[in-house]
T-cell receptor, first 114, second 114 residues
Framework: AQSVTQPDIHITVSEGASLELRCNYSYGATPYLFWYVQSPGQGLQLLLKYFSGDTLVQGIKGFEAEFKRSQSSFNLRKPSVHWSDAAEYFCAVGNMEYGNKLVFGAGTILRVKS | NAGVTQTPKFRILKIGQSMTLQCTQDMNHNYMYWYRQDPGMGLKLIYYSVGAGITDKGEVPNGYNVSRSTTEDFPLRLELAAPSQTSVYFC?????????????FGPGTRLTVL
């Protein structure tokens, strides 16, 4: 069965500092990988996705993620965090077993110190 | 466009009561989904629909029912509310069932069963 692990429940970074959120997945075939962001009181918004090709993908709001097959990882990065980035971040892997089903990690809550 | 809208935003139910969570999308999407999000957990798929009149179970369907009489609406019904159904419920939609098409999420309904 597929699974997604986000090892960090909470992360706190200073504004302007760099950020890396970790995501590891378990999936036999080539995965479809996603990062979503959930701001307080809002629904989830897609940041970026990886299907194939270049392993470094760019997303919205200055985020990027790198797919590393050997490590089964898809970590999210941002070179300089802004206070507005404080939110909860979810990594997800696609599963065709249930339609367009996404299997989500437990999420990482990002706090930004000013 | 409003995207995906959900009502109500918040609800408190007593054990054994019933209620319907409403979900409407105005993007003419064929696929619609219901997820629940428990604290410290990723989103879990409850039910999904691939078009009007067609629904199917997801990962955690017990205690819920759905219907899809129109393309726009996908209500979720709780018949006998239980404390285990305390959660945040998200509705989502996508144009097709492939991962090339982004799932768009509503803002969620926070349900407490006491």
């Amino acid at each position: 069965a597929q699974s997604v692990t986000q090892p960090d429940i909470h992360i706190t970074v200073s504004e302007g500092a760099s950020l890396e959120l970790r995501c590891n997945y378990s999936y036999g075939a080539t995965p479809y990988l996603f990062w979503y962001v959930q701001s307080p009181g809002q629904g989830l918004q897609l940041l970026l996705k990886y299907f194939s090709g270049d392993t470094l993908v760019q997303g919205i709001k200055g985020f990027e993620a790198e797919f590393k097959r050997s490590q089964s990882s898809f970590n999210l990065r941002k070179p300089s965090v802004h206070w507005s980035d404080a939110a909860e971040y979810f990594c997800a892997v696609g599963n065709m077993e249930y339609g367009n089903k996404l299997v989500f990690g437990a999420g990482t809550i990002l706090r930004v110190k000013s | 466009n409003a995207g995906v809208t959900q009502t109500p935003k918040f609800r408190i139910l007593k054990i054994g009561q019933s209620m319907t969570l409403q979900c409407t999308q105005d993007m003419n999407h064929n696929y619609m989904y219901w997820y629940r999000q428990d604290p410290g957990m990723g989103l879990k798929l409850i039910y999904y629909s691939v078009g009007a009149g067609i629904t199917d179970k997801g990962e955690v369907p017990n205690g819920y029912n759905v219907s899809r009489s129109t393309t726009e609406d996908f209500p979720l019904r709780l018949e006998l509310a239980a404390p285990s159904q305390t959660s945040v419920y998200f509705c989502a939609s996508s144009a097709t069932g492939t991962f090339n098409n982004e799932q768009f999420f509503g803002p969620g309904t926070r349900l407490t069963v006491l």
